[in-house]
């Protein structure tokens, strides 16, 4: 629509630069908003370059302590993580980057918002949804969708191309063509030459992390992490004697600290919501950490059959927040019912952390609250009110079925059935 005002997800990158000079040419009014989430970006070139372009305003939003607070930290209490592996890195910032998204949309009464996010991937559905629970008036440009645009651009050598023939300035290049996405929690790598997923990720890739069998200081180290109701509250840095106390600082030096290891990399396969299978490698040194201490933690605090329910309910939150539900009913009902259930999970865990890896070592439960973990009665050394005799018969009933089975169908078929 001619002369319409469109608010722009913006990174200064390769795809964002060149769908900027596209939607000018198609004589949109283009507002830039480049949200702070804590990616080492040189914000002033990026405004500059974004001015340079063509932009009528760039606005750049710090939302770090947001972030951190309002989506990294609940991330952690919750023990959000994606098929085991994925920390959520990118699909945390999405709800977070939407909010100052439809702040500007609003300040400015813009009716459309604009993204670089591919057709093929997550991120067009999460800023998307987000979007729409924000301001569900609003209407949507998604180049890569456009079949104009996708004619024109087959992928990242075409843009490469459109982007040197405009005079746009982009530091991909043709022989390292992977695309990154970086915040305070992560950074990933994927497209280009991690699309075959059989190719070893180059050396050179690597920017949060150093090779922990190369650089990495052969000396481990130790931290202690403090949880009140899983959130972290403070953590102390036992060797420099240095205690942090506010999310931004804690999680700033857990990831110098766990990069200085080469903690948190992972190089993995995963399935998208959209239906595919991708390649990604990724970097998360603090929240890798932070995960480690609190999973342990939880195990050891809350009761057995809580921690089974709360394991469910993260796993369905883990996938609303990866398929870009972050704001539907369903995700702030789960999130509520796991808050009830991190009520009781207060104490410390002390980290150690080695080349490539860290592991709890220590756990102790916050002095205000009570503790699940009973000394004396899981001792060895003394009875401590546990009857021994009572387990023959909790034996016995658990015996029950298994019998039946054997005299149903015998012990030679039950034998065959577990080669």
């Avoid at 040189?42 to 305003?57: C, M, P, Q, S, T």
Wanted: aromatic fraction near 10%; charge should be negative; glycine fraction near 8%.
């Amino acid at each position: 629509m001619t002369g319409a005002t469109v608010i722009l997800a913006y990174s200064g990158g390769l795809d964002t630069s060149c769908i900027l000079k596209w939607l000018l040419d198609q004589q949109y009014n283009v507002i830039c908003v480049l949200a702070d989430v804590g990616q080492k970006e040189d914000f002033v070139a990026a405004e500059k370059k974004a001015l340079n372009i063509g932009a009528n305003k760039v606005i750049v939003v710090d939302a770090k302590q947001s972030f951190v607070e309002d989506y990294i930290w609940p991330a952690i209490q919750m023990g959000l993580i994606y098929e085991e592996r994925y920390l959520l890195g990118t699909s945390l910032a999405r709800p977070c980057i939407s909010v100052a998204l439809m702040e500007v949309a609003r300040q400015y009464d813009a009716k459309y918002l604009a993204h670089g996010a591919t057709g093929k991937g997550n991120d067009q559905v999460r800023f998307e949804l987000c979007a729409y629970a924000l301001k569900p008036d609003l209407k949507i440009i998604a180049p890569w969708r456009d079949v104009e645009f996708c004619r024109r651009f087959q992928g990242r050598q075409d843009l490469i191309a459109y982007a040197q023939a405009n005079g746009i300035e982009v530091s991909a290049k043709p022989s390292t063509p992977w695309s990154t996405d970086a915040n305070i929690l992560h950074i990933s790598y994927e497209s280009g030459v991690l699309e075959d997923p059989n190719t070893v990720a180059p050396a050179s890739l690597y920017e949060m992390t150093v090779d922990p069998l190369v650089q990495a200081p052969r000396q481990p180290v130790r931290v202690v992490i403090h949880f009140e109701h899983g959130l972290p509250t403070i953590v102390e840095d036992l060797s420099g004697k240095r205690d942090y106390r506010t999310p931004l600082e804690m999680l700033k030096f857990l990831n110098d600290v766990g990069g200085s290891y080469g903690i948190g990399r992972i190089d993995i396969v995963e399935n998208r919501y959209v239906g595919l299978k991708s390649r990604g490698v990724y970097e998360t040194p603090g929240g890798t950490i932070l995960y480690t201490a609190h999973q342990d933690l939880e195990v050891f605090a809350l009761d057995r059959e809580v921690l089974r329910t709360k394991q469910v309910l993260r796993d369905r939150m883990t996938d609303y927040v990866y398929n870009g539900f972050w704001f539907s009913p369903e995700a702030i009902y789960a999130q509520r019912c796991i808050e009830l259930a991190e009520q009781k999970v207060n104490g410390q865990v002390t980290i150690e952390l080695a080349p490539g890896y860290c592991r709890a070592i220590a756990r102790k439960a916050s002095e205000a609250g009570g503790s699940l973990y009973n000394e004396q009665l899981v001792s060895m050394d003394v009875h401590g009110g546990y009857v021994p005799q009572d387990a023959g018969g909790f034996i016995a009933i658990n015996a029950v079925r298994i019998r039946e089975h054997v005299r149903a169908f015998g012990p030679y078929e039950v034998a065959k059935q577990t080669k």
